[in-house]
């Protein structure tokens, strides 16, 4: 009688929650919209982890699920709340869940068992209010930390460095992002003291509640010093083994270190001829007291074409095209030939020009880090101030000078023949430019932004100009400088990283030795347009002939520009800016007519630098001037 009983109770049990998940089934197929709110801690780092650990938080939008799923969401929350508790050293603390539904004025404790049967009776397009409250409770600190090696189980000897690297100590708060930071930072100063093969494996935490501490033991390998072993070279193709060798800034038998090691990958990355550059470890064990290398090399294209564009109201249009052969001769030369359309159209132009020329670009030449730069140019010139038509060679050394510093000596020499005001004079014109350029932004491409940090180069240009019957000979000195500075807002708290930049630059220059006439009208100082004055013509600003739109040009020049760029959402900006510059028809800057121009502009940034389109105008318009000026072009104007 019993097993028929028992038996007749199960069936009926059966056929009960067999009903129980048909009437539920139905409800627990349709999403049970929701709503969270997480009551603030009172602390804003730890407020931030819980909303980030929050998977009810997050997914309310954008995956509602049914009854029996969003009960297993709650019940999911616990954990990891708690998770986000502790790892911001609250072990003690303790998570409350409430579900109430706003309209019936009914409640649930997201513990309960009959959470999943109480979603379902809630009317489908009910929203549920779910509340979460944390109660922190007392933060722990740091009790006692060990460094033990695994093989002898002693505390490791450490160098002040390593210790300074580490940096954990008791009474600490135990925040567990800083105690595994801290086993990194270790592994990281033990591999940079030579320790190749160093661990220090995930530590062991052990909870103290009575004293609110917890006890850190991490496992340290340290490993034997090692020296650099042999270095393989793998995926040259047509770069030369022996131009890579001869680059390389790391070589056999020195120390090991990784710092080193990356920046002889980054370096050989800049040489502009692989499309990527790995190092790693050649063994997972010590080689005779050594650790082999394996660079492996991926090369990039050897021919690639490009096209260049741009427009201002002043300058009108360039368009053209470029062919570049890199790696020309096996030691990562590059060959890059250039023709340029200018002057299409303008209000500084009179007509159609040319701009056509060769680069040629060797690195490491004569001796590491060396690079030897050339140039042939043939140029025609049509603005209202000359007539220009040219060939010029130009040759000189690139060569780093200290930290952020390069230094720059060439040669050059110029035949031209150039038309100003009516009359037409030849010019042999040889010079030999020394310069200094300054660069601590980071930004290795000139075309991306830089958002901090200064840009500052000084040039010095004797030269002698050998000139037609009635232009005679005249020696005479180029000087100018240029700096600019870009400053984040971020800094001040004001926008998030990189979003606002203050821009500034400043420009000066001076030309010694002759007068404004016995110099050839392009050595001459102009000012006006993007790279001075804007809202000005291309030598718009300066000295005039008579009442007319014909620049003289000057043997000084100062200029200044402050700018704000904005970045929108991801791809669009904002500029706005005011210049200011004067040329002088003497050697001394800070004299002539102070022109002042301001404009905004808008940007959309593309993988390759942002597109630019600025609209300005003057201030204090210059007679026979421009009413306003449009210049496109890719990447900022500074």
């Keep these: 009688m019993l097993g028929r009983?028992?038996?007749?109770?199960?069936?009926?049990?059966?056929?009960?929650?067999?009903?129980?998940?048909?009437?539920?089934?139905?409800?627990?197929a349709d999403p049970q919209p929701y709503v969270t709110n997480l009551d603030p801690t009172g602390q804003s780092d730890l407020d931030t982890a819980l909303k980030a650990s929050s998977d009810l938080l997050s997914l309310q939008s954008t995956r509602a699920v049914g009854p029996f799923a969003l009960a297993g969401r709650v019940r999911n929350e616990y954990d990891r709340l708690r998770g986000a508790l502790e790892s911001c050293g609250y072990y003690d603390g303790t998570v409350h869940i409430m579900l109430r539904n706003g309209k019936q004025g009914i409640a649930m404790d997201g513990m309960s068992n009959a959470l999943a049967s109480w979603i379902g009776t809630v009317p489908e397009h009910d929203k549920v209010d779910i509340t979460v409250k944390v109660d922190k409770g007392p933060l722990f600190h740091l009790g006692s930390v060990k460094l033990v090696e695994s093989a002898t189980g002693v505390a490791?000897?450490?160098?002040?460095?390593?210790?300074?690297?580490?940096?954990?100590?008791?009474?600490?708060?135990?925040?567990a992002a800083d105690v595994l930071a801290a086993g990194g930072r270790l592994m990281d100063a033990l591999r940079e003291s030579g320790h190749a093969l160093a661990q220090v494996d995930k530590p062991m935490a052990y909870l103290r509640p009575g004293t609110k501490t917890v006890d850190i033991v991490y496992p340290v390998v340290p490993g034997?010093?090692?020296?650099?072993?042999?270095?393989?070279?793998?995926?040259?193709?047509?770069?030369?083994?022996?131009?890579?060798?001869?680059?390389?800034?790391v070589h056999e038998g020195e120390l090991y270190q990784p710092s080193r090691i990356e920046a002889a990958r980054q370096d050989l990355t800049t040489l502009g001829v692989f499309s990527n550059v790995t190092?790693?470890?050649?063994?997972?064990?010590?080689?005779?007291?050594t650790m082999p290398l394996d660079f492996s090399f991926q090369e990039g294209k050897r021919h690639s074409i490009g096209a260049e564009l741009g427009y201002s109201t002043d300058l009108g249009a360039r368009v053209g095209a470029m062919w570049t052969h890199n790696n020309l001769l096996g030691n990562a030369e590059r060959l890059r030939l250039t023709a340029l359309i200018t002057g299409l159209g303008g209000s500084a132009q009179q007509g159609l020009g040319y701009d056509v020329y060769a680069d040629f670009f060797k690195p490491d030449f004569l001796e590491s880090k060396q690079n030897l730069n050339a140039r042939i140019e043939g140029l025609r010139q049509l603005f209202w101030s000359y007539r220009q038509t040219a060939l010029l060679l130009r040759g000189g050394i690139t060569r780093p000078l200290a930290k952020n510093w390069n230094g720059n000596f060439g040669i050059a020499a110029e035949q031209e023949r150039i038309e100003q005001f009516g009359v037409s004079r030849s010019y042999t014109i040889l010079s030999a430019p020394l310069s200094g350029?300054?660069?601590?932004?980071?930004?290795?491409?000139?075309?991306?932004?830089a958002t901090h940090g200064v840009r500052a180069s000084i040039n010095v240009t004797p030269s002698v100009s050998l000139g037609s019957k009635g232009a005679g000979t005249s020696f005479f000195t180029i000087m100018n400088a240029t700096a600019s500075t870009y400053v984040d807002l971020h800094k001040l708290g004001i926008s998030r990283p990189g979003r606002s930049?203050?821009?500034?630059?400043?420009?000066?220059?001076?030309?010694?030795?002759?007068?404004?006439w016995d110099i050839p009208p392009d050595q001459r100082m102009y000012a006006g347009g993007s790279a001075t004055v804007r809202g000005y013509r291309w030598q718009g600003v300066?000295?005039?002939?008579?009442?007319?739109?014909?620049?003289?040009?000057?043997?000084?020049?100062?200029?200044g520009t402050v700018e704000y760029r904005q970045r929108l959402f991801k791809s669009f900006g904002l500029?706005?800016?005011?210049?200011?510059?004067?040329?002088?028809?003497?050697?001394?800057?800070?004299t002539g007519t102070l022109r002042v121009g301001a404009g905004g502009g808008v940007r959309y940034y593309t993988p390759i630098g942002p597109v630019r389109l600025d609209v300005a105008v003057p201030l204090n318009r210059a007679p026979r001037g421009d009413s306003w000026d449009l210049y496109i072009g890719l990447g900022e104007t500074f």
């Design 5 to 28: 009983f028992t038996g007749t109770a199960n069936r009926l049990l059966a056929g009960a929650a067999l009903w129980s998940v048909l009437t539920c089934g139905a409800r627990a």
């Design 156 to 175: 490791p000897q450490l160098t002040p460095e390593q210790q300074k690297a580490f940096g954990l100590h008791t009474g600490q708060p135990a925040i």
């Design 224 to 249: 034997p010093i090692l020296d650099i072993g042999r270095i393989n070279l793998e995926g040259l193709k047509r770069v030369h083994q022996s131009f890579v060798r001869r680059r390389l800034t």
């Design 279 to 289: 190092v790693r470890d050649a063994s997972n064990k010590a080689v005779n007291g």
């Design 437 to 449: 350029m300054y660069d601590n932004t980071g930004v290795g491409n000139p075309i991306e932004p």
């Design 501 to 516: 930049i203050l821009a500034f630059r400043g420009t000066i220059g001076s030309i010694q030795g002759a007068g404004t």
């Design 542 to 559: 300066g000295p005039q002939y008579g009442h007319t739109k014909y620049a003289i040009g000057g043997t000084s020049l100062d200029a």
């Design 575 to 590: 500029a706005a800016f005011a210049d200011a510059g004067q040329v002088g028809s003497n050697s001394m800057p800070f």
